[in-house]
């Protein structure tokens, strides 16, 4: 069966430091994988997302994320982190175009 | 206005009440999605549809049921709520004519509670 995995439930980094989110999935091929960021009270806003080519994309906010086949993984950097980037991280999949699969979320605490 | 409308926003009920939740759509996308989210379980599927005759189950539909009323409108009742089913549900939507993978877009999210 289909996994996402987000091993840090919560995490907190000061303000100016870099971020780095872990998701690992489990699929039998390469799936389509997505970042998406929830602020409080909001829904869900797509950072970005890797269907093929280049491993390493880039999403809004400064945002980037590097698939590795052989990991399976499919982590979130940010080089430096600003306040307003505290949220809940939600890493997806995407299977056969029309099944999605949600990992449980890292909340991303900024302190001054 | 947003692209993706869910009402209401809060709704508190008491148990066995039935409740509806409503999702409409300017993007003009044909697929439809309702999810629920729980603390510590991320989000799960509910239901989906791919057009207006098509609607098929997720992996926790027990205890819901879905109308897709035209391509922009989807809803999702709940016919008796019971407390299990306080969440936040969210309302998604995908385009399945754009090239790769669809991606989803969200509403703002539904917070129900059922006392």
């Known amino acids: 069966a289909q996994s996402v995995t987000q091993p840090d439930i919560h995490i907190t980094v000061s303000e100016g430091a870099s971020l780095e989110l872990r998701c690992n999935y489990s699929?039998?091929?390469?799936?389509?994988l997505f970042w998406y960021v929830q602020s409080p009270g909001q829904g869900l806003q797509l950072l970005l997302k890797y269907f093929s080519g280049d491993t390493l994309v880039q999403g809004i906010k400064g945002f980037e994320a590097e698939f590795k086949r052989s990991q399976s993984s499919f982590n979130l950097r940010k080089p430096s982190v600003h306040w307003s980037d505290a949220a809940e991280y939600f890493c997806?999949?995407?299977?056969?175009?029309?099944?999605?699969?949600f990992g449980t979320g890292t909340s991303l605490t900024v302190i001054p | 206005d947003a692209d993706v409308t869910q009402t209401p926003r809060n709704r508190i009920t008491k148990t066995g009440k039935r409740i509806m939740l409503e999702c409409s759509q300017t993007k003009g996308h044909d697929r439809m999605y309702w999810y629920r989210q729980d603390p510590g379980l991320g989000l799960r599927l509910i239901y989906y549809?791919?057009?207006?005759?098509?609607?098929n189950k997720g992996e926790i539909s027990d205890g819901y049921s879905v109308s897709r009323q035209a391509q922009a409108k989807f809803s999702l009742s709940l016919e008796s709520a019971i407390p299990n089913q306080t969440a936040l549900y969210f309302c998604?939507?995908?385009?399945?004519?754009?090239?790769?993978?669809?991606?989803?877009?969200f509403g703002a999210g539904s917070r129900l509670t059922v006392l």
């Open positions: 997806a999949v995407g299977v056969r175009s029309n099944q999605f699969y």
């Open positions: 699929y039998g091929a390469t799936p389509y």
């Open positions: 549809s791919f057009d207006v005759k098509d609607i």
């Open positions: 998604a939507t995908s385009d399945s004519r754009t090239s790769g993978a669809n991606v989803l877009t």
